[in-house]
């Protein structure tokens, strides 16, 4: 099982925020583009792929919205629009709920509001951690055991105040070159190589 987990400090977790931020300056697109790139292939989609999307800009609790992949029932289409929606339709879902409650959206698609730092330390549990980090080891020199979880953020960094409890986890720091990339492209980029290596 692989598992992708985005931290979008930027995105707006009521519906209506969210949906006006596409194409804005909080890039809501992008939390579709990662989906895409994670779950699907030419003509088909991935199994055993997990996505989380938490999305922090809030009044309340910040929103994580679980994607899995060999759940997923009717997308309404492989194109932008249609992941935006689902997105959108869970932060609808989430409307009154409170700290730390779960609730199910439709098959493969459940939220719930728990802090990024709460689900890091929950998935440690049972994944090797990952963060994408410039100043990390070569993924192409990374050796991958167990189930890998690859940390990203959108286009605000990780907060350094969240590294220390990243570190207590053994989270390892890997690096997918010199550029800053869009999450979805870093996405693409370890998908690819973890193919090549047959994991």
Known sequence: MRAFVVRARAASTDKNTFLASVGQEAHGEILAHVLMNAIFTAQS?????????????????????RFESSLLRNIGGFHEQALIEKIANALGASVSMGKEEHREVESGITVETISFEKLVKRLAEDYQLYLLDKKGTSFREQEITGNPCFLLTDHIPMPKKTLPTLKRLNTQHISLGPKMLFASQCVTLIQNELDIRGY
């Open 45 to 65: 989609h991935r199994d055993d792929i997990v996505v989380y999307l938490v999305m922090e800009a809030t009044n309340d609790y910040s929103r994580t919205i």
